[in-house]
């Protein structure tokens, strides 16, 4: 499908959640949150144990043989692993959404409610990249 908007023209993917293209093989159920109808199991799916291993073989096979930009949509990534997508030598993404930042005054699980928030929130989160 990829290679297909390629050779249609495009000139780069933007890549929606594509820190979450790998999950721990037994897939457990994440613990549940006190007043939420779900739990978080993303400590499971998030940033998984093959998923450099996939961008790169993507990277290889494909985005390689074309001059595109990528960009990845990662929640809840650290600064020190979004380098490891974004440095070129590892052949991965162009670049990487930062969007912890509308957390600040949403709640994580329910982005209609809105919540307090302080400029130090604000610091932590673009110093971070986690939640403020």
């Known amino acids: ?28 159920d994440g613990k549940m949150i006190k007043g939420y109808e779900y739990g978080d199991g993303s400590h499971y799916f998030l940033n998984g144990p093959r998923f450099h291993e996939y961008l790169q073989e993507i990277n290889k096979e494909l985005f390689s043989k074309y001059k595109i930009m990528t960009v990845g949509e990662t929640p809840r990534t650290t600064p020190e692993i979004a380098l ?14 930062h969007f912890e930042l509308m957390e600040i005054d949403r709640d994580p699980i329910n982005k209609w409610k809105p919540k307090e928030w302080k400029l130090t929130k604000l610091k932590k989160s673009l110093l971070s990249g986690m939640r403020a």
């Open 1 to 28: 499908m990829m290679k297909w908007w390629l050779d249609k023209g495009i000139d780069g993917f933007r890549m929606d959640t594509v820190n979450m293209f790998s999950k721990v093989s037994d897939l457990p």
């Open 84 to 97: 490891k997508y974004v440095n070129k030598d590892r052949n991965e993404l162009n670049m990487v959404f």
